[in-house]
């Protein structure tokens, strides 16, 4: 029963950069796990597809979609409760609708590349990137 709000996206030409950030917060009475945190994306007509994660104990434990390898870093500030993706060289296919994503747990297995396995989620911000 956690809040996820992300924030950050906008319009950028092509080899612009965004940060996106996303605040989590437990809903009052409740408690949350921030093993794992991640973003998503949706372009239109497109399946959701995820873009990164990251969790272990020490929150050094990072995956990253094929397609953002190197032009994209996700980073946490565990005081603040959020984690954030810097997004640079960004390409007109990166365009699409970026969510934050939380679970108390995950692996580097397949499942959790799979919107499916991931319970927490934000009500996602805009990113469109232009030619």
């Known amino acids: 029963q956690v809040q996820l709000a992300e924030s950050g996206g906008g319009s950028v030409q092509a080899g612009g950069s965004l940060r996106l950030s996303c605040a989590v917060s437990a809903l009052p009475g409740y408690t949350y796990s921030r093993n794992c945190m991640g973003w998503f994306r949706q372009a239109p007509g497109k399946e959701r597809e995820v873009v990164s994660y990251?969790?272990?104990?020490?929150?050094?434990?990072?995956y990253y979609a094929d397609s953002v390898k190197g032009r994209f870093t996700i980073s946490t500030n565990n005081a603040k409760n959020m984690v954030s993706l810097q997004m640079n060289s960004l390409e007109p296919q990166d365009t699409a609708m970026y969510y934050c994503v939380t679970s108390a747990v995950c692996d580097g297995s397949r499942w959790f590349l799979d919107a499916r396995a991931w319970p927490g989620w934000g009500q996602g911000t805009q990113v469109t990137v232009s030619s």
């Open positions: 990251i969790y272990g104990t020490g929150r050094d434990i990072t």
